[in-house]
């Protein structure tokens, strides 16, 4: 009887997916999710909707920007001279969270690449972004939507509060799943180079491809970046993030936040957010960004966390917290 009073109602995805890949058609901005995190999107091969982007993230120039595809015939326009290596890790790993950076086409614009003769290409798996791309017949261009230098979104909400102003529009898909960014792989050095770890690991990539080295750590005035998202100072949220060896010395300080990865006995004066109780680093990459935005709006005097171990996904976040505290 309640059923029949209260239809659920008919979701108009399809529609709405119809629409913003419209808008991604005409040059709009449009920001979606994706398992690692949101994207702002736009049409890769579109100079004015590419440098759009720049603009409402107010990101810089040198900094090269991810082109996202829904199908691997898109390949053709973007690169040229593909690696058989390519091949075999988009066998492996697409759609999913692994970006490739591999010889440019002369048809993607500067602007996307940054000047360089590379271009980074990602497909990713979750649905609404694949039916998005696809729907709207392009390759897009997509930066993590949220103001550059701070902390990436994994909800529509987080990107409705940084840029809802400065888009077009934003599909909302839920929480992202694997919370933090892709793994960028360059096939362009001398040895297969890791130059931001993510899920997919050094472990998973090396018996593909035989050798892999992991990008060196940058300084913050390093101009030369081989990959400027490797920035020293990232990810970073407005209250200081500091690492530290034990964070239950903080539990008496009521204006700390603390960012916990297992469960903990004692009990903290000051908020305290649990990435994850089990120290399970999945759930920890998941919940990460969610975790470090919750703290940063609580008007704290900073906030403290402790790396995770050195393996799997726990390489990645520990990335993303030295990043996120840098600056501190
Ligand atoms: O998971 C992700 O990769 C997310 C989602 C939206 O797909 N995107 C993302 O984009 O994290 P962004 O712009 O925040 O980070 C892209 C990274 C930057 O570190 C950039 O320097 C690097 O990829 N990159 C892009 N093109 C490159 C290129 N041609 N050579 C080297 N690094 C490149
Ligand atoms: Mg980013």
Known sequence: QYIESYPIPSIQLPKLIKEQAALLAQGKLV?????????????????????????????????????????LEQLEGLVVDLDPRARLLMDHFWPGPLTLVLKKHPSVPAIVTANSQTVAIRM???????????????????????????????????????????????????????????????????????????????????????????????????????????????????TPLYLVDDVTLYKDQSDVGVLLFEK???PFKGPVVYVSETENAEEAASRLYWAIRHLDTMHLRCMVGSLLPEVGIGVAINNRLRKASAKH
């Open 264 to 266: 903990q006995k004692v």
């Open 31 to 71: 920001a979606f999710p994706t398992e690692t995190v949101y994207g702002l999107g736009a049409d890769a091969l579109n100079e004015e909707a590419v440098k759009s982007i720049f603009a409402a993230k107010q990101r810089p120039f040198f900094d090269p920007l991810i082109v996202h595809i829904a199908k």
């Open 124 to 238: 990713p798996s979750n649905p609404l972004a694949l039916n998005l791309i696809q729907a709207s017949g392009k390759a897009i261009a997509a930066p993590s939507a949220n103001r550059f230098g701070y902390t990436s979104p994994t909800t529509a909400t987080h990107v409705k509060e940084q840029l809802g102003e400065r888009i077009d529009a934003i599909l909302d898909g839920g929480a992202c799943t694997v919370g933090i960014e892709s793994t960028v792989l360059s096939l362009c050095t001398e040895i297969p180079t890791i130059l931001r770890p993510g899920k997919i690991g050094i472990e998973e990539l090396k018996p593909l491809l035989g050798e892999v080295i992991v990008t060196k750590q940058v300084g913050p005035t390093d101009t030369h970046l081989e990959s400027p998202g490797l920035l020293e100072s990232h990810y970073a949220p407005t």
